[in-house]
């Protein structure tokens, strides 16, 4: 199978959807399977997993539906409360879904510590006893706590959304090159190919841009922990589907036909038992 290994649905919500600024209109309205499978079937996908994009449990059960819906949604990313007391009933009946692959935390938009709190890293833990993931979402500023989250929780899958949204606007790489090639030392620790092209100047990103960080990453991870993400819809605001995979396809095809397959597929099968 073909593989996106990170989308968005939403039905737009003024207010729960703050982040969605007004630099970001293009995406100020409902995003629904519906409106992805056309997209994905014109470039040759097979099927996605959906991302939670709001912290509710209400999001992750929407989230569910929509896949028990249809057929290209080969999965979910929820969200679940990991400080809450009552976290392992919570998993333990989120466990009867077979959608649910795993689970994210905003933790982008929380203080750069985060994911080093005592509490935090005792709830992800609890994850691994139902074979749940844990997509990381992160700046670079947050690099050293993810670094201490993923090798404090070795038995935890974990995952680095958007390659950690390096500052390719202000074509930063080195300290993000040095946390990521850590990361990468974690044989627990994967990263989805995503978010670039928001990460770059809207307008006027070109691929020479992306490449320099796109060699980082490929160098660290290899091609048997990277996997292919659209970043749909929020790529819209600076780039269509087809351009975003496209850069990927274009870096990836001087490494043949085998590592193709594993970083628009076969990779995110393995990691979210697709």
């Given at each position: 199978?073909?593989?996106?290994?990170?989308?968005?649905?939403?039905?737009?919500?003024?207010?729960?959807?703050?982040?969605?600024?007004?630099?970001?209109?293009?995406?100020?309205?409902?995003?629904?399977?519906?409106?992805?499978?056309?997209?994905?079937?014109?470039?040759?996908?097979?099927?996605?997993?959906?991302?939670?994009?709001?912290?509710?449990?209400?999001?992750?059960?929407?989230?569910?539906?929509?896949?028990?819906?249809?057929?290209?949604?080969?999965?979910v990313v929820g969200w679940v409360d990991l400080q809450s007391p009552g976290l392992y009933d919570h998993l333990e009946a989120y466990s009867q879904f077979e959608e649910i692959r795993g689970f994210r935390h905003v933790a982008q938009a929380e203080p750069d510590e985060f994911l080093m709190r005592p509490e935090v890293i005792k709830g992800i833990k609890q994850l691994a006893a139902f074979g749940f993931t844990y997509d990381i979402l992160i700046y670079p500023a947050q690099l050293k706590a993810a670094l201490h989250l993923v090798r404090a929780v070795p038995e935890v899958k974990f995952v680095i959304d958007h390659m950690a949204k390096p500052a390719i606007r202000k074509q930063e790489i080195n300290r993000w090159s040095n946390f990521m090639a850590e990361l990468a030392k974690q044989p627990n620790v994967s990263c989805k190919v995503s978010g670039m092209v928001t990460e770059a100047d809207w307008q006027n990103w070109k691929k020479a841009d992306l490449f320099p960080y796109l060699d980082v990453v490929f160098e660290q991870f290899g091609p048997d922990r990277l996997m292919f993400g659209s970043d749909w819809p929020v790529c819209l605001v600076a780039a269509d589907y087809t351009q975003v995979k496209t850069v990927v396809e274009e870096y990836v095809l001087p490494w043949g036909d085998d590592v193709r397959s594993k970083v628009f597929g076969g990779n995110a099968v393995k990691f979210y038992g697709l």
């Open positions: 199978m073909t593989i996106d290994a990170h989308q968005h649905f939403w039905i737009y919500n003024p207010e729960r959807d703050s982040w969605i600024t007004d630099d970001m209109s293009t995406i100020r309205r409902d995003f629904l399977p519906a409106d992805l499978e056309p997209v994905l079937a014109a470039n040759g996908i097979d099927g996605c997993v959906a991302v939670q994009a709001s912290q509710s449990d209400e999001e992750t059960m929407s989230l569910v539906s929509m896949a028990q819906a249809y057929d290209t949604v080969k999965g």
